[in-house]
């Protein structure tokens, strides 16, 4: 028995230290963005459904905690967070094969990976409960694969889902929005979504608006270091 729950335990830990430290495919072997997935709740967005909250990139949230939370990431935010009630039902943006429930990839307390065509990997964070999906099983665009929670558990403090578009690696994130059908820029005039980004003072116009967020690797170095950032992060930027 022990002999088993260490054997357990090594792959546990040898599938943590692939998902975070596995070789980046290249840019070539990945399907370009051409709106080929859809959104990941059905009806239409509004206070009582759902909204969007914080953007992808470079968000002043991020960039507060671009050498802490997000210092492996390049110092932005990875993916899209969607604000929705607790319970939601979530629902695969496309087409895929599950690859992980409650896997490595973080975003608790419960997470679902989807592997797409084109080596495209969905990630849905904040999870309410664990998904009753299998590793293995077949899910369609729009089919329920969970529901959305609060990354702190609370389903008061912050409830929403998190979303990211990763190459099948892990190593690459992508900026969701070319890739999803939808119409941002109706979207983006409710909430933060639109408007939330740091500034650098030297380039004010660089990474501004949600459809110029760039790409970011897995452990590169922060695309955000600024000598004149604004807003002045309270406190420092830890």
Same mark, same amino acid.
């Given at each position: 028995?022990? /002999?088993?729950?260490?054997?357990?335990?090594?792959?546990?830990?040898?599938?943590?230290?692939?998902?975070?430290? /596995?070789? $980046?495919?290249?840019?070539?072997?990945?399907?370009?963005?051409?709106?080929?997935?859809?959104?990941?709740?059905?009806?239409?967005?509004?206070?009582?459904?759902?909204?969007?909250?914080?953007?992808? +990139?470079?968000? &002043?949230?991020?960039?507060?905690?671009? =050498?802490?939370?997000?210092?492996?990431?390049?110092?932005?935010?990875?993916?899209?967070?969607?604000?929705?009630?607790?319970? &939601?039902?979530?629902? !695969?943006?496309?087409?895929?094969?599950? /690859?992980?429930?409650?896997?490595?990839?973080?975003?608790? $307390?419960?997470?679902?990976?989807?592997?797409?065509?084109?080596?495209?990997?969905?990630?849905?964070?904040? %999870?309410?409960? =664990?998904?009753?999906?299998?590793?293995?099983? #077949?899910?369609?665009?729009?089919?329920?694969?969970?529901?959305?929670?609060?990354?702190?558990?609370?389903?008061?403090?912050? $409830?929403?889902?998190?979303?990211?578009? #990763?190459?099948?690696?892990?190593?690459?994130?992508?900026?969701?929005?070319?890739?999803? !059908?939808?119409?941002?820029?109706?979207?983006?005039?409710?909430?933060?979504? +639109?408007?939330?980004?740091?500034?650098?003072?030297?380039?004010?116009?660089?990474?501004?608006?949600?459809?110029?967020? $760039?790409?970011? %690797?897995?452990?590169?170095?922060?695309?955000?270091?600024?000598?004149?950032?604004?807003?002045?992060?309270? +406190?420092?930027?830890?």
């Amino acid at each position: 028995m022990a /002999a088993r729950r260490f054997l357990l335990l090594a792959a546990a830990l040898t599938g943590v230290a692939l998902a975070h430290y /596995a070789a $980046p495919l290249p840019l070539s072997a990945v399907a370009p963005a051409k709106a080929q997935f859809g959104l990941p709740f059905s009806g239409p967005p509004g206070p009582d459904t759902w909204m969007l909250g914080q953007g992808y +990139g470079n968000t &002043t949230g991020a960039y507060r905690q671009r =050498r802490s939370t997000y210092g492996n990431l390049q110092g932005i935010h990875a993916g899209l967070d969607f604000s929705a009630p607790c319970g &939601t039902p979530v629902r !695969a943006i496309g087409d895929g094969v599950v /690859a992980e429930v409650d896997g490595p990839h973080g975003s608790p $307390p419960h997470n679902v990976v989807v592997d797409h065509a084109g080596n495209l990997s969905s990630l849905y964070g904040h %999870l309410r409960v =664990r998904s009753s999906l299998r590793v293995g099983q #077949r899910v369609t665009r729009g089919q329920v694969i969970g529901e959305s929670g609060d990354s702190q558990g609370t389903c008061v403090s912050a $409830p929403h889902l998190h979303l990211e578009l #990763r190459d099948r690696s892990h190593q690459r994130f992508f900026n969701p929005l070319p890739f999803i !059908a939808a119409d941002w820029n109706s979207l983006a005039l409710a909430g933060s979504f +639109g408007r939330g980004y740091e500034y650098d003072l030297e380039r004010p116009r660089r990474w501004q608006t949600p459809d110029s967020q $760039p790409a970011a %690797l897995r452990g590169g170095a922060l695309l955000n270091e600024y000598r004149q950032p604004w807003p002045p992060a309270p +406190g420092g930027a830890r």
